[in-house]
């Protein structure tokens, strides 16, 4: 530089000047093991930008909050100090979905902002999240929020469909190119593959505040909302659509966190499967004490249609019925019973049905040690919830199964937190049916143990798109948010040339063995029988299985996992070990190696497809082999296929 003369290095001077400026504005977090980085700039607009393995996943993307009144919190930022910390802890769930222990480690950074706001962003190991905080006097309009992501038009997006906000979440994964979802509403979760990344979007502690969904643009996806409700019509007792709408989003709090946007990201898909940052992300348990809530099996009615055969009465919704249900369940250690739409008279719960004689029932259930849990219609139970759930405690009933919501506006939110407080204030159990995805609510309201927003088995009775391969695309997306109820347990099964959909007498495609292996995949607290008792008494090797296997969880591992090809995978429960693998379309083989097992040997209890399951969907086989830790098996899965074992410590008795 001192040979130059003055004029060229004044001009190198100006030159560097505003690239260091840029480059001020630019701060960086990195993940515990340095494979995530997260670019925040805060120059003319907060932006944030997400690099996996060097390779950049996430193109700079605004982030903000216009609120009325004020103007839009990211623009033009000016920054007033910055905080960087490192967390490693553990926490305990109440109810172990993934597992008993979860390990809560990130690093951190908090950018404080003149005007009264805040950037938390956290980086883990299995993704990005951020949010933001205000402290702002009195209450705040938020007329919109800036997030989503900027990706490559190239990129695939497994499109969950929606045609509109008021929706019941339940999806089939067409994947297109994000350029190909121009123009089109987007569920959450959603999964986007760039290169070889996976990452996975959506939202936890979600309180006080409309639920996010996405729109297609040119540049990706953009965060949109539904505003806040003026006016709605009722329908009937279920279907209530919003007809005016504000210009807003929410009123809310000026003080206060909103909610954590996930940035879910594995090279190999299988690393969804174990990914935590939801719960982790939710708001701290509310509920203080927890020692009644039970998770468990389920006897579930609406599938089947309440359909016996070899009963010696004529079944339907009724007392008899539900007697046998509630036998059924005591007999093969299942905790509840669902009784479904059809116990009350529509429009009001205290309307029992004449068929039903329901302190019979509760006395009959208590006597068998089994729960009974109630379905409710969302808009009849808002209507009478005082006295509807101060009958539901009287009789004794175990929970409750709140249907048809179908909103996220933000009233609709403060209803599922309102009923799950109410509920726990009687020790109810919740099962949200016709509801957005799990955002975080079963950490606050432990009492809250599944949702559904799951396109589940349910949709046999009328469509013929419940594919193997949707079954095998559900666990890597919507399961990442949370809890799903699926309803599995099929017992009539066909694969798709011999599939017909009947409302009455349902089927399931894929095999037997495909169903069973779903209780070991699918994470549900409150996990159905979605089939009849008559059914699964016809078939005592399936059910035998299926009422081993918990509904909780100690530790879980990824075997194998390919996004909508095939997933195989093993939870302890205890000493206990449990392997489920599924396959889509094509049957194939799939190694087990048994290492992850303690010292000593173990006897393994076997369901695979039989050697004609590829033309008879119900060919199961039993199977038993002495193992240990240097085991190395095969486990061969037809198409459509599935392969189910439960592993013991021990050597079988002589």
Known sequence: MKHLSFARRLGALFLIAPLASQAANLLELNSPDRQLRVTIDTGEQLTLAVSHRDAQLVLPSAIGLKLSGIGTLGDHPRLTKQQRTSIDTTVRPVVAQKSRQVRDHYNALQLDFAGGYTLEVRAYDEGIAYRFRTELPGQVTVEDELAGVHVRPQDTLYWPQEKSMQSHNEHYYQPLAVSEAVGKLVGVPALVRSGGSHLVLTESGLRDYPGMYLHGEADGLRAVFPKVALADTARDDRNVPVTQEAPYIARTAGTRAYPWRIMGIAADAGGLLLNQMPYLLADAQELKQTDWIKPGKVAWDWYNGNHLYNVPFKSGVDTRTYRHYIDFAAENGLEYIIMDEGWYELGDLLAVKPAIDMPALMA??????????????????????????????????????????????????????????????????????????????QRTWPNVLTFEGVKGLENDKWTDKQTPEHDVTVPFIRMFAGPMDYTPGAMSNAHRKDFVASFDRPMSQGTRAHQLAMYVIYESPLQMLADSPSQYRAYPSSLAFIRQVPVEWDESRVLHAELG?????????????????????????????????????????????????????????????????????????????????????????K
């Open 364 to 441: 009959h259930a208590k006597e068998r040690g089994v729960g009974i849990i109630l379905w409710v219609s969302w808009k009849t139970l808002d209507t009478q919830m005082t006295a509807a759930l101060d009958q539901f405690a009287r009789w004794g009933a175990a929970g409750i199964k709140v249907d048809f919501m179908q909103r996220a506006d933000q009233w609709m939110v403060n209803y599922y937190e309102r009923v799950a407080r109410e509920a726990a204030s009687r020790k109810l159990l919740v099962d949200f049916h016709g509801s957005f995805k799990p955002s975080g609510l």
């Open 565 to 653: 090809r095939y997933v195989a995978m093993a939870r302890r429960h205890g000493d206990t070990w449990y392997v489920g693998a599924m396959t889509g379309a094509d049957g194939r083989e799939l190694a087990l190696d048994l290492s992850f097992l303690g010292e000593g040997s173990y006897q393994m209890s076997s369901m695979e497809d039989g050697p004609n399951a590829a033309i008879f969907a119900t060919d199961v086989q039993a199977g038993s082999a002495s193992v240990s830790r240097a085991s190395r098996l095969t486990m061969r899965l037809a198409p459509g296929g599935g392969w189910a074992a439960i592993i013991r410590p021990g050597t079988p008795a």
